[in-house]
């Protein structure tokens, strides 16, 4: 992101006054309602004025003069002054619910814009961006964007403020209008240096709280890759280094605010002063009423919040365009996946045809390279490979995550990119390798919102092998497994993930070396269950690397280099094609070196 301006330019100034006016047009009503709140808080804060001049001329001075007064004098200058401080406290009320309202609503508003665009956008779009990077534009930047909308009414309204005060001055007195009226350009040119220094500092906070954002998702996110490697040491100074940036910007921002605040409050001041020195004067030679010098001086007191309300606003400017940015960023984003308007398919198993497939990242050359195979309804297609061949490429293709470069994947004839939206969902299944469990109950990570019987549940369950261990949990199906499901073990959350997808009943499931974690014995019951319980309804392809999970496929697809090198039943690829040959014999050897412990804590944990 290009360095902010070192000043509020005309350019961010208009940016500004469109976020500004994006708002409005959202939400005319509570704005107008703001606005007039605000004004009645000004009407009441020049009509307190008015009401100190006249109790001051017509009850306290001839009280003194007389050396008495009237109980009916005394109750109506203190029926009028509480008359106008509680106009001016609903107004003041009012000015603040309906600026947060509007606030909030629009932080909502587009927080759910950006969220929802989040889930529109393909995974592709995602892939080039950092998570941190995408919380922090759902939240601080949405924030930053309507930041001058709290400020916004009072703004406006006192500009009535403003205007009423200043001709109120001149009715009274124009010689100490005069005077007064030089505080004027010195407190607008002391509010013009303030947003010229406070400007790009303000904004470089901004950007640096998102950077902040970006290395602490990032840290806690790989926690475990920094612990066992040790590297606590120096993630803590990667983030110390942004977080000792952001924290000198925002001292920055505070010692710019600290020098000139002052000087802001104390200008008013030294114009109230100076009226009251020339007030002097002409209230001698009886020029001026003593009631009329009060007014005159309360409402000097009261001239500087209107320019120091419109300079709250433009102190939030160039932090609102740089945080509206980063939001349009998001919901200007194109490379969505159009949908069309066919489904996927009938009742019972799919058939599931992939024909000359090929797809690359943008940053590089194609993984895959003319990919053909098929799968009939109810068969269970391994797919073998080394890593880095484009094995989770080619079982993100089948459900539909991204869109090939070339050729076509089919779903009972049809193309997946002409089903209609949520139709391939409803129809097809992935069991990614990294297992994703939320915070949540066992019951709530297998549904995920579907309305299910329980019976549905504890079948999907039984088909994963993972009924024995929910059973045994303190609160079975109702236990909380806890963020990212911690408190289970690796395989017991593979088991959950592969139920969750089997509760949905998918006529495709694909399974990306779902089952790594778990007991080979256990792997192996999982998967002719699969076969056994739900092979006449679901296909089932499967990334394996298990000599024994291989051979319970009707078939097997070795891909190479992004390329088919070889298909058909195992017994026959092991006799034909050296490569997988040598593949499969040195998982096997690797696994038998380990001892076969993947996942023998699976059941031990719970002994």
């Not at 236990?479 to 959350?493: A, K, N």
């Not at 997988?580 to 690797?590: D, G, I, M, P, Q």
């Amino acid at each position: 992101m290009p360095p902010p301006s070192r000043r509020v330019s005309p350019r961010m100034l208009r940016e500004g006054l469109g976020v500004i006016g994006v708002a409005i047009r959202a939400e005319p009503r509570v704005f107008a309602l703001a606005v007039l709140a605000s004004a009645l808080y000004a009407a009441m804060t020049v009509g307190t004025a008015q009401v100190l001049g006249w109790a001051t001329e017509d009850v306290v001075l001839p009280a003194f003069a007389e050396g008495r007064t009237t109980a009916g004098a005394l109750s109506g200058a203190a029926a009028a002054i509480l008359g106008v401080a509680l106009l001016k406290a609903l107004g003041v009320a009012g000015r603040r619910f309906f600026a947060g309202l509007m606030q909030y609503r629009m932080q909502a508003r587009y927080r759910r814009a950006v969220t929802r665009q989040y889930l529109r956008l393909p995974l592709a779009w995602h892939q080039k961006h950092p998570t941190g990077q995408l919380l922090s534009n759902a939240n601080a930047d949405v924030e930053a964007s309507w930041a001058p909308l709290a400020p916004l009414p009072m703004a406006v309204g006192v500009v009535a403020m403003l205007v009423i005060a200043a001709v109120s001055i001149v009715l009274v007195d124009p010689a100490l209008a005069a005077v007064g009226f030089l505080v004027f350009p010195a407190i607008a040119v002391l509010n013009l240096v303030y947003q010229r220094k406070l400007a790009p500092i303000a904004a470089r906070a901004q950007q640096l709280r998102a950077e902040v954002s970006e290395v602490a998702h990032e840290s806690f996110e790989g926690g475990l890759v920094v612990k066992t490697l040790g590297r606590e040491t120096s993630e803590t100074a990667r983030f110390a280094e942004r977080a000792d940036r952001l924290r000198d910007a925002n001292i920055a921002v505070g010692r710019v605010r600290g020098m000139l605040d002052p000087l802001l409050e104390a200008l008013p001041n030294l114009g109230v002063l100076a009226v009251l020195v020339v007030g002097s004067v002409r209230l001698e030679s009886g020029a001026l009423t003593a009631g009329g010098l009060v007014s005159v001086a309360y409402l000097f007191t009261l001239l500087a919040w209107p320019i120091r309300a419109l300079g709250w606003v433009l102190a939030d400017v160039p932090r609102s365009v740089v945080g509206w940015r980063r939001v349009r960023g998001v919901l200007d984003a194109g490379g969505s996946l159009p949908f069309g308007e066919r489904e996927a398919g009938g009742d019972g198993a799919a058939r599931l045809e992939v024909s000359e497939v090929r797809f690359g990242y943008a940053d590089g050359a194609d993984v895959l390279h003319a990919v053909s195979f098929a799968a009939e309804p109810g068969r269970t297609i391994a797919v073998v490979g080394p890593t880095g061949s484009g094995k989770s490429t080619l079982t993100s293709l089948l459900v539909r995550l991204v869109d090939p470069a070339g050729g076509n994947v089919l779903l009972d004839g049809v193309d997946v990119r002409d089903v209609r939206r949520g139709g391939l969902a409803a129809s097809a299944a992935l069991v990614p390798q990294q297992t994703f469990l939320f915070d949540d109950t066992v019951r709530g990570n297998v549904t995920l919102g579907l309305d299910v019987p329980d019976e549905r549940v504890w079948e999907a369950l039984r088909l994963a092998q993972a009924d024995g261990f929910v059973a045994a949990l303190p609160h079975g199906a109702d236990t909380q497994v806890g963020e990212r499901g911690m408190t289970l073990s690796g395989g017991q959350r593979q088991r959950l993930a592969l139920a969750r997808a089997l509760v949905r009943r998918p006529r495709l499931l694909v399974l990306d070396d779902a089952t790594s974690s778990v007991d080979p014995q256990v792997e192996a019951r999982i998967l002719a269950g699969l076969r056994d319980g739900a092979g006449a309804d679901t296909t089932v392809v499967v990334v394996a690397y298990r000599k024994a999970t291989i051979a319970l496929a009707d078939e097997v697809v070795y891909i190479e280099h992004g390329r088919v090198a070889g298909r058909g039943p195992h017994a026959d690829l092991v006799t034909r094609s050296p490569g997988y040959r040598r593949l499969v014999n040195a998982y096997e050897r690797a696994e038998r070196d380990t001892g076969d412990d993947v996942g023998l804590n699976d059941e031990e944990a719970l002994r």
